[in-house]
């Protein structure tokens, strides 16, 4: 099975997940994580621990989860336009924010602590296939680009921070996830 972590302010109906599943069928298990960092992880640990999870697909904050879920359990994630530090990047969200969905949440400044707890110092390039599109206008690629120095990845001219045309890759993704 794979596991598809969604990122901030979305949820498992968005776009992306819909693509996913529409390639992945059965195999993928799209997660609807809480808001609260810990509660988040606490969740997608649950969700791997009982489902035989083998791969993460990931996007945004999804990513940055995945990373430490990769290392914590040694399985291979594909991370599209990751953040690297949403403990910084999600400060600007602090208060009230919707989801996709319209779903209203606050978000604190104890919630960017407790994303710090789940930062990986070093990951292990070989755990991970990095999708991502200079055009972000959400994340910063070169953060990524840096932080995962070493792994496979994708880096396109253009794009958001969606990853247009992501469908592309898919069989790479497939073959990456291989297990």
């Known amino acids: ?43 997608l640990e649950k969700v791997i621990e009982e489902n035989d999870i083998k791969g993460i697909i990931a996007s945004s904050l999804g990513g940055y989860y995945a990373t430490y879920l990769s290392e914590k359990y040694g399985l291979k994630a594909v991370l599209i336009n990751p953040s690297v530090k949403p403990y910084e990047t999600t400060r600007k969200y602090l208060g009230i924010n919707s989801k996709t969905n319209g779903e209203e949440f606050e978000w604190k400044e104890k919630h960017l602590e407790r994303l710090a707890e789940f930062k990986v110092q070093k990951p292990n390039p070989d755990n991970y296939f990095l999708f991502l599109q200079m055009g972000d206008d959400v994340l910063d690629y070169k953060v990524a680009l840096d932080f995962y120095k070493g792994a496979k990845m994708v880096v396109e001219e253009g794009g958001n921070h969606r990853f247009k045309g992501l469908d592309r890759y898919f069989d790479e993704i497939t073959s990456f996830l291989t297990f």
């Open 1 to 43: 099975m794979i596991l598809y972590i969604h990122g901030f302010r979305t949820t498992n109906r968005s776009y992306k997940a819909g693509l996913l599943k529409g390639h992945f069928k059965e195999k993928l298990i799209i997660a609807d994580h809480p808001v609260q960092p810990r509660k988040a992880i606490a969740y």
